[in-house]
């Protein structure tokens, strides 16, 4: 479930002054006025890598950026720095295009512009870059450069935190921790099940998915289903994996209604009932086309009166009416 809801991160919108952001920019990204360097490596380095800048090298025009960026044996020099920066940027380099963004973002060797700072971000972030990734989604949770969104800010969060960014992470269990936030604490279950930007946990999603299951989050039911279904994190439990279908079913759920379908065919968790599991299954289909092949195999197996039962059961269900 991708489509996100609007969230607010309580305790950092109403005590997170608006420099904090740039703070967390300028500490994450490693770009806080270092000291100067004196090494003569960084002289040979600077000798090294100029030919290949010069030459359109990404890479190399990335690394001299970082080199006048922190002013490595040469005085630190924003505005070259930025210019070997853009170059690279503008090749489509990811890092480079993240760092032209900290430079907008911060105001170094240009006029400060949240707007272009997010411009930047956002291409390195499609790219899959983690760090340009969490920036948006702090430019989007503090409104600057765009319209305060939290939507689009927990978005970005997500996909930091999926590729194991420790802050966004963090981010995501203040978020999931307070009431109401269901699509924080479905994902974060989602991510403790598959160890994404976490380490796999089936407790943990089980504890996070039960709080998004007990506000009615579909997904998350389906999910604590499986679990159930499957004995992870907990002993194996038909009968409970079948309640925790039925909610997700009964809000619509395709995967959910199939797989009460196939439980109700074989008896597990349930007495075997095929006009019930036809009526799951054909619900299933009505929405999702694909599955009426599985569907008809089942039916070959059914006597007329029970697919007529069958019929008639969907027919209630369509309606909202699930006493059987």
Not at 100 to 129: C, F, I, P, R, T
Not at 132 to 154: C, I, K
Not at 176 to 199: D, P, W
Request: glycine share 8%.
């Amino acid at each position: 479930m991708y489509t996100f809801i609007c969230f607010i991160i309580g305790i950092v919108l109403t005590t997170v002054a608006m420099s904090e952001p740039i703070q967390r920019i300028n500490k994450e990204n490693n770009l806080s006025n270092p000291q100067q360097n004196s090494d003569s490596k960084t002289t040979d380095k600077i000798s090294d890598l100029l030919p290949a800048a010069e030459a359109g090298d990404a890479d190399a025009q990335n690394n001299l950026g970082k080199i006048y960026y922190e002013g490595e044996c040469v005085p630190r020099d924003y505005i070259k720095a930025m210019n070997w920066y853009l170059k690279a940027a503008e090749q489509g380099y990811a890092d480079a295009m993240l760092r032209v963004g900290v430079m907008y973002n911060l105001g170094n060797g240009v006029s400060q512009d949240y707007a272009e700072a997010v411009k930047w971000y956002l291409k390195a972030a499609e790219q899959g870059h983690t760090q340009a990734q969490y920036n948006l989604g702090l430019m989007y949770n503090f409104g600057l450069g765009v319209p305060q969104d939290y939507v689009e800010s927990f978005k970005w969060y997500l996909k930091a935190a999926e590729q194991n960014h420790e802050e966004a992470v963090k981010w995501f269990l203040k978020a999931a921790g307070q009431a109401g936030h269901t699509e924080a604490q479905y994902n974060l279950g989602v991510m403790y099940h598959n160890g994404e930007g976490v380490s796999q946990d089936y407790t943990e999603a089980i504890k996070w998915y039960l709080k998004a299951a007990g506000q009615g989050d579909a997904d998350a039911q389906c999910n604590l289903g499986a679990m159930y279904d499957d004995g992870e994190g907990v002993p194996q439990d038909y009968a409970e994996a079948i309640k925790w279908y039925l909610k997700a079913a009964e809000q619509g759920h395709i995967e959910a209604q199939l797989i009460l379908g196939l439980m109700y065919a074989n008896g597990e968790g349930v007495a075997q009932d095929y006009p019930i599991a036809y009526a799951w299954m054909n619900l299933a289909v009505m929405k999702e086309t694909e599955a009426a092949e599985g569907r008809d195999i089942f039916v070959s197996f059914m006597t007329k009166e029970q697919i007529a039962e069958g019929e008639k059961l969907s027919k209630a269900f369509l309606e909202g009416n699930f006493d059987y």
